[in-house]
């Protein structure tokens, strides 16, 4: 069974930062493609960022490109989402989700290419 579970959620002030976990069992981790998106309340899923399985490439959203950064410790199933310069505009529940086609281009902001979800974690940006 798979499980896909994000965790490092917290109240953040503007300026700060805070690192995003997520963990996955149950499947072939380096095989995987992960990618990071965020919802706020009253607005569609975002996009954010993802992530390849061998961890040679990255997109990022511009609204997060040069803020944000993916990384990927395959050697322990977890996929970070670090977070530098946080706004307000980034209070979002962000979710994770893998994609078993391994290799990212900018079509991996498409959420139906993935075929396994987080339940979520809050972000919250605010002084």
């Known amino acids: 069974q798979v499980h896909v579970e994000e965790s490092g959620g917290a109240l953040v002030q503007p300026g700060g930062s805070l690192r995003l976990s997520c963990a996955a069992s149950?499947?072939?981790?380096?095989?995987?493609?992960i990618g990071w998106f965020r919802q706020a309340p009253g607005k569609e899923r975002e996009w954010v960022g993802c992530i390849s399985s061998s961890a040679d490439t990255t997109y990022y959203a511009d609204s997060v490109k040069e803020r944000f950064t993916i990384s990927r410790d395959n050697a322990k199933n977890t996929v970070y989402l670090q977070m530098n310069s946080l706004k307000p505009e980034d209070t979002a529940v962000y979710y994770c989700a893998a994609d078993l086609y391994g290799s990212v281009s900018p079509s991996s902001k498409n959420y139906e290419y993935y075929e396994y979800w987080g339940q979520g974690t809050q972000v919250t940006v605010s002084s």
């Open positions: 149950g499947l072939t981790f380096d095989a995987y493609a």
